[in-house]
């Protein structure tokens, strides 16, 4: 079979080995108390180092960054208050002059409305006063009309007078008593 060093032949031999190679006593070496004294020295300098390079190097990069998140969070919350004030200020503005634009469209259709008024009420009274120039005319017509006809209804009237006692009488009436009859009817 094999051999091995050292002289001894079979099993004992490599077993005697494993027995002397070893200085352990068989447990886990943290857990061992007789290395716990160089394991908590270990412990401090390594904490001690970890929290002198976070709080010299992390720390501060960290915080700088936290601090420029919210300078740069700020500048934008006041960037977008400014904007905002200035949008009501524009809407303000705006309804404003859209007030302003109303009342005087509103100044203006009255007063587009009075003047077509007056201008109406003008040519009223002018075709008014036309109207009333042609009735006049017309009642002056009329009247000379009337005048005219009834001059002529004294003459017919006498001449129906004349006629109608002739026809009666078989005598000519004279024509001023005709007529003084005629005038004695007309008058009522």
Known sequence: MAESHGGAKGPAAGAHTEADGGHHSGGFPPFESSTFASQLVSLAIFFVLLYVIVSKFALPKVGGAIEARQNKIEGDLAEAQKLK????????AYEGELASARSRAQAIGNESRDKANAQAEAERKALEEQLAAKLAGAEKTIASTRATAMS?????????????????????????????????????
């Open 152 to 188: 002529n209804v004294r003459g017919i009237a006498a001449d129906a007078a004349g006629q109608i006692v002739q026809q009666l009488t078989g005598v000519v009436p004279d024509a001023a008593s005709v007529n003084a009859a005629v005038d004695a009817s007309l008058k009522g």
């Open 85 to 92: 004030d200035q949008s009501e200020a524009a809407l303000k």
